[in-house]
């Protein structure tokens, strides 16, 4: 029987397998492990494969050179332990109740009289080796016939999300204000004043549909990009503009010589704002290494511990219940 699990970020396919007993014929177990490993042939690489149950096999206590063994299983290997031994190197799988220091009592997981064996197994990716944190038989426990429970304990971490800062709402571009100030101020028609709030009201209009129209809004919802604008200078303001400039000329005539200008274009305001931005921080950094910069270390340190935190602080009081 087969199970997947599709999420958003990984595929797990759990495999429950039962191999023919020791007595039945070679054909009915050459038959098993030749669709067993079709299956798993067909998995994806990256997927995440579970293969549990009872294997009829015994791998033995020693791993005699497989890489698939732990070194840590019980009693002698057999023939049906050799087909999964081959099986799971052959596939690049773990055996996983034979990789963790277990006690004795731990390790069996069938029991007939006296006799006791292993051989149920876990088997799972060595890629995923490190996801498994134990694994385990319960002794006391019987959830089928001369069966013990056989316990693997998985960890696996969801994908962690990077918070992406979204700009709010529209905003009126009020930095370009400087070179359209004429053109924004020549658009502004200031209506008759009949009382306070409507005049104001109706003011506030004109001006903000005369800003709007010559300086422009800014789209909500985008994702923010910082820029590091503050670290710009002349010459890589005048570069950046420079590729702006060719980048939409492109877009008017696209042929290959603008777009290997453009590109010439591009490599050269991202050198100007990488050197721009190394001999900012080789500053900083040699203001660090001195006894003055020990402040701003610290200043820094807790201004990046605060922005991995999606905290927010309440704060109450608590009015006294003394009388009087």
């Not at 890489?67 to 023939?79: T, V």
């Amino acid at each position: 029987m087969k199970l997947t699990i599709i999420s958003a970020d990984r595929t797990i396919h759990f495999f429950t397998a039962y191999a023919p007993q020791t007595g039945r014929p070679d054909a009915e177990k050459d038959a098993f492990w030749q669709l067993l490993d079709e299956k798993t042939c067909h998995m994806p690489a990256d997927d995440y494969i579970i293969i549990a149950g009872d294997l009829n096999g015994h791998v033995g206590e020693k791993a005699d050179g497989n890489r698939c063994h732990g070194g840590k299983g019980f009693g002698a290997r057999n023939e049906g332990g050799e087909r999964i031994i081959d099986f799971a190197d052959t596939h690049d799988l773990v055996l996983m109740n034979t990789w963790f220091i277990k006690r004795l009592s731990h390790l069996p997981t069938f029991y007939s009289g006296n006799n006791k064996t292993q051989i149920d197994y876990i088997l799972i990716r060595r890629q995923h080796f490190t996801t498994v944190t134990d694994c385990k038989v319960v002794p006391y426990e019987t959830i089928a016939p001369q069966h013990r429970p056989l316990i693997a304990v998985l960890r696996i971490k969801p994908p962690i999300k990077q918070r992406e800062e979204r700009t709010g709402p529209p905003r009126i571009k009020l930095w370009g204000f400087g070179e359209e100030k004429e053109e924004t101020v020549s658009l502004i028609r200031l209506p008759t004043i009949t009382n306070v709030e409507e005049s104001w009201n109706q003011m506030k209009d004109t001006i903000h549909k005369a800003a709007s129209a010559t300086l422009g809004v800014t789209k909500p919802g985008k994702r923010y990009i910082n820029r590091d604008t503050w670290l710009w200078n002349d010459d890589v303001e005048m570069k950046v503009r420079e590729k702006k400039r060719l980048y939409h000329k492109f877009l008017d005539d696209k042929t290959p010589a603008n777009w290997q200008i453009y590109k010439n274009a591009n490599r050269a305001a991202k050198k100007a704002v990488a050197v721009t931005r190394a001999n900012h921080f080789k500053n900083l950094y040699d203001k660090l290494d001195t006894r003055d910069g020990e402040g701003d270390l610290y200043r820094l340190a807790k201004s990046r511990d605060e922005r991995t935190q999606d905290i927010e602080h309440f704060f109450a009081y608590q009015p006294s219940s003394r009388n009087g």
